[in-house]
């Protein structure tokens, strides 16, 4: 079954720091979408992509982030000047159309990332 | 703005007991899709149900139902006979229809002991 995939599992970095986290969305899927989850909270929204645009992104993505297809495969996300803050677990998801609940948004492993 | 709400922290059941989860939500939209997904130990995000706003047939797969009511915006769902491999945390989620955004909910830690 096809699925998402997310590298590395597991970041440490320092604060100040620039980190890129990769993602291999499924196949033929053309939306894509990063969520995070700081440790024992709730998953939050912070960004979804298609058409390499931006089409949506909550008050959490700010300056620091920002998210690029580069190939026909991968899509990153950035944080340019990571701070304690933005120590969480981030997933990757996709879905073939617009998600809307009808397509499912499949979801990543995660990349946990910690910021020292 | 979309709110979703479990007010349930963590429930603690032993195992073969049936324990439910219960999702409250706020939305404005007049169609919108809710979802329950799993959190394991692991740490991924698994799929378990999806329900639509013009379907409030509640139904049952396997060990898993759901009750859906409109009238009092809550979603809750349940699993029969729980197992120990049922321990996660799981949240609710709603997102409007032709929307990008999930919202989910603060989650519930389900301690299932055998």
């Known amino acids: 079954e096809p699925e998402v995939t997310q590298t590395p599992s597991h970041q440490v970095t320092q604060m100040g720091q620039e980190v890129i986290l990769r993602c291999v969305p499924i196949s033929n899927h053309l939306y894509f979408y990063w969520y995070r989850q700081i440790l024992g909270q709730k998953v939050e929204f912070l960004v979804s992509?298609?058409?390499?645009?931006?089409?949506?992104k909550s008050e959490i993505f700010d300056d620091q982030f920002s998210v690029e297809r580069p190939d026909g495969s991968n899509f990153t996300l950035k944080i340019r000047s990571t701070k304690l803050e933005d120590s969480a677990m981030y997933f990757c998801a996709s879905s073939e159309a617009p998600s809307g609940g009808h397509y499912e948004q499949y979801f990543g492993p995660g990349t946990r990332l910690t910021v020292t | 703005a979309q709110k979703v709400t479990q007010a349930q922290t963590e429930i603690s059941v032993v195992e073969k007991e049936d324990v439910t989860l219960d999702c409250v939500y706020e939305t404005r939209d007049t169609t919108y899709y809710l979802f329950w997904y799993k959190q394991p130990p692991s740490g991924e995000l698994v799929f378990l149900i999806r329900r639509n706003s013009f379907d409030e047939q509640n139904e049952i797969s396997g060990r898993y139902s759901w009750n859906f009511q409109k009238s009092t915006s809550s979603f809750n769902f349940t699993i029969t006979a729980s197992q120990v491999v049922d321990s996660a945390v799981y949240f609710c989620?709603?997102?409007?229809?032709?929307?990008?955004?999930?919202?989910f909910g603060g989650g519930t830690r389900v301690l299932v002991k055998p």
């Open positions: 989620a709603l997102i409007k229809a032709a929307g990008n955004k999930l919202t």
């Open positions: 992509f298609y058409n390499n645009e931006i089409s949506e």
